[in-house]
């Protein structure tokens, strides 16, 4: 086992307000997050159960780096499995997803049924009495490594550590009510995007978290009110500050107390502009707590949004220090009119890859990554917007504080907090 020992960090404020740019680029920490994060003691979701609606339905899925596969069995119930064959370590199911009685890799043709026990291995016995595996051999003992999965509303979430804790405590009261919110009837899949951004996995959370940046890097949403600072607004965590939800509500400033509070800070200079046809950015009604924008972050690896009425999961996938990957899977209620479906898709443009949000996104983390590459050891982001000090929720968008919760809990996690840090 490689000894992560001598991995530390300088914290030079135990309120997470300063982060080295160090740890984007050290690949002991990044060795590290695959051992104490993704396969640590956490929940990352895998995929969708209207992904998998069928018996014999699978998909294939990354947990951090590590190739996973989820599976339907003819019962219903969902099993995961690692996605590396247990005689020599080949890649066993290669589509990304699909319909099987069983998985045989190609190599050896070692077959495996849905939960990944091993089930058959060719000439076990040898051929013309000579060769095959040895009398000792026992097919028990080389299982694929498993995966203990769950369901909450039909988003499966997978774990190494078969003694996590149940979903709904991981996710806390607040994502209960929202990621339950969001998947509280039959949903249908209207597809997926993918998107490669060059640049540490970590400062996609950030981004995320991050509500201070919602209306400057992205003009548009200033522009058309979707998303202001001058809004009522906020940005919430869980007890444990893992999970965020930004949010905020269309329509609570004006357009002139907007103009006036971002052209007094330097931010925008002329009129603000108007559209011929405002269909992409109208809204309609259907948030029970009446948040025209809700975009979440459940620690490690996935993020929800309802960004006006379209509705995604993105999930991370990491591919080294410098990379990483998100699958945007799209999604519609079953008992959606074609209206709201063609609606939803519509305004699905505006956020992602192809569309302006995460372009920019995209954009922006390559930059930091870029340039913090070949930054001194001393130099680290500085992160007060909305305070410095204790960790909590603020009715506001100017505000950061929810990154500073990301890192309190990456770093419990991790085993180098800072003394005196809060937890």
Not at 136 to 161: P, Q, W
């Amino acid at each position: 086992m490689k000894d992560f020992a001598g991995v530390q960090v300088n914290w030079p404020r135990n309120d997470y307000s300063r982060v080295p740019y160090s740890i984007y680029h050290d690949p002991e920490i990044y060795a590290l997050e695959q051992e104490k994060i993704f396969r640590g003691r956490c929940w990352n979701v895998l995929c969708l159960e209207a992904e998998i609606p069928n018996p014999g339905d699978f998909r294939v899925c990354h947990v951090g780096d590590t190739p996973v596969v989820v599976n339907r069995d003819d019962d219903g119930e969902l099993y995961a499995f690692v996605n590396r064959c247990a005689h020599r370590g080949a890649e066993i199911v290669r589509e990304p997803w699909g319909t099987a009685k069983e998985h045989t890799c190609i190599y050896h043709a070692w077959l495996y049924n849905r939960k990944g026990d091993l089930k058959g291995v060719p000439f076990r016995r040898g051929a013309n009495g000579k060769g095959g595996m040895p009398e000792c051999f026992d097919m028990k003992n080389h299982n694929l490594v498993k995966v203990r999965v769950t369901s909450f509303n039909g988003v499966i979430f997978g774990t190494f550590h078969h003694d996590m804790e149940p979903i709904e405590d991981y996710l806390g009261p607040l994502f209960t009510k929202h990621v339950g919110e969001m998947f509280n009837r039959p949903i249908k899949i209207l597809g997926y995007q993918r998107q490669r951004i060059a640049a540490n996995w970590k400062l996609y959370p950030e981004n995320i978290k991050d509500a201070y940046h919602g209306s400057l890097l992205h003009e548009f949403n200033r522009t058309f009110g979707l998303s202001r600072l001058t809004q009522v607004a906020g940005g919430y965590m869980d007890e444990k500050h893992r999970h965020s939800i930004l949010f905020q509500y269309k329509g609570s400033d004006s357009d002139e107390e907007a103009l006036k509070a971002y052209i007094e800070n330097g931010v925008k200079k002329g009129e603000i502009a108007g559209l011929n046809d405002y269909s992409m950015v109208n809204i309609i009604d259907e948030n029970p707590f009446g948040m025209s924008t809700r975009v979440m972050n459940v620690f490690p690896n996935c993020f929800f949004h309802q960004i006006g009425n379209t509705l995604a999961m993105r999930k991370i996938r990491t591919l080294g220090v410098d990379g990483f990957e998100l699958t945007w899977v799209l999604y519609t209620y079953a008992d959606d009119s074609e209206e709201m479906v063609q609606h939803r898709l519509n305004q699905a443009n505006m956020v992602g890859p192809a569309g302006l949000i995460s372009m920019e996104d995209g954009e922006a983390l390559e930059m930091v990554h870029r340039t913090t590459k070949s930054a001194a050891e001393d130099e680290m982001a500085v992160i007060e917007m909305g305070g410095i000090g204790s960790i909590g929720d603020r009715d506001t968008r100017v505000n950061e504080v929810t990154i500073r919760g990301f890192w309190a809990y990456y770093a419990q996690l991790m085993g180098f907090a800072p003394e005196g840090a809060e937890q």
